[in-house]
Structures are given as C-alpha cells and as structure tokens.
C-alpha cells in the first residue's frame, strides 16, 4: 500500500501499516571522514537489526566522486571532487583507505554479533531474487516468490534509469543534481567494477592490490576478478 514514487522517504514508511518494518538507512556517519577518525557507534544498534550493504571500494570511491561533483548541495564537499578522478580515490577524507578502514571496522563488529547480514551490490546484480529474498526474510517481510519477481522487476536498472529520467519519483533522492547531466542522475552506472573503466590500467590496479592487502576476506573482494 506505498505509494513507489516515495519509497526512500522516511515518512511514507512511518504512515504505512504496522506490519511494514521500520526501517532507517545510515551511512554510520560522515563519510568524509579520515581513516583514524573511523568508529562504530555501537550503542545505536541495540536491539536492532542491522543489513549492512557493501560494494566493492573502487566502485565505491568513483561513485562518491561522481555524486559530491554532480550532487552535493554543500559547497565544501563538492570541492573535494574539483581534483583529478586519480586522486580523489586517494583522498584523505573519503579515499580507498577510508572506505577500507570503515568496512573493516564493521566487519569485527559483525563478529560480535549474530543479527548483522553482510549483503554485497554485486550479489543482488548477479542473483538479484535470491539476494533480495534472503534480505526481505531477514528484517522480517513475508513475501511471496511473485512479490519478490516484481520488485526485482521494477527495479532494474534500465528501469530506474528510465522513470528517473521521466520524472516518475517525487522523492529527491531518485532526481538527477542536473537534469541535463548523464553524471548527475542517481541512477548512473549500476555496474560491478566499474571503476576499472572509469581509471587506467594502473590507477585500477593499485586499488585492487590494495583492497586485497588491507581488506577483511569476509566480503569476498580479495581476489581480483
């Protein structure tokens, strides 16, 4: 009974019936944040269950580029994205490290605790329903094998990319920054390992060695595909 054009707004899910589940997306504080300032706030997870979606940091860093360059609405952070693709990856505030860092630091929390899943982007590309139905048991819907079809129908990329560019959402998170500009829609690129496309063969490649050096296997990502 919510109506699709408000999904990503909190209050539609407050007005819906008591047995949609409450949920609260967070990106676990600022993401602009060094690596030594990186802490879980583990209190404000109590009693919660937590699905912590994870993607692949290179794809992660060329997407933060792309949306404090094209998105933002503060002035400070989309300077951070005046500088060269190549080096924005390396940032202090935001880079590689930090995403590494902050994924790092979640998977020793998810060790401590039995009501944390680990969902990757990749999975729900590649095994779209059964990914989506793993997630919809685990916050605790009841959904049908057709119900989940059709919300993996709906939304597709091409889907997505299409309604957003018609102007079908009236919530701002599915608006482009700059209708005139492929970068600034939300729905962009919705690929895995995109950024080896984005960057040189060698920019790509230190990445990934990095992320195989420094990054907890439990995400799978330690091996270059």
Known sequence: GIDEKELLEYRTLRRARREVPRILFTH???AMRRPSQIRINKPAYLGRKVALLVRHPGDVVVSRYYHLKHRSEDPARRRLADQPLEDFVWT?????????TFLNRWAEFASERSDIAILRYEDFLDNSESTLQALAAFIGLNSSEREIREAVEFTRFENLKAKEREGYYSSKRLQPGSPGDENSFKVRSGTAGGFRANLAEDAAARIDAYVVQHLSPIFGYSEVE
């Open 28 to 30: 676990d504080g600022d």
């Open 92 to 100: 202090e505030r935001g880079g590689v490290p930090s995403i590494v």
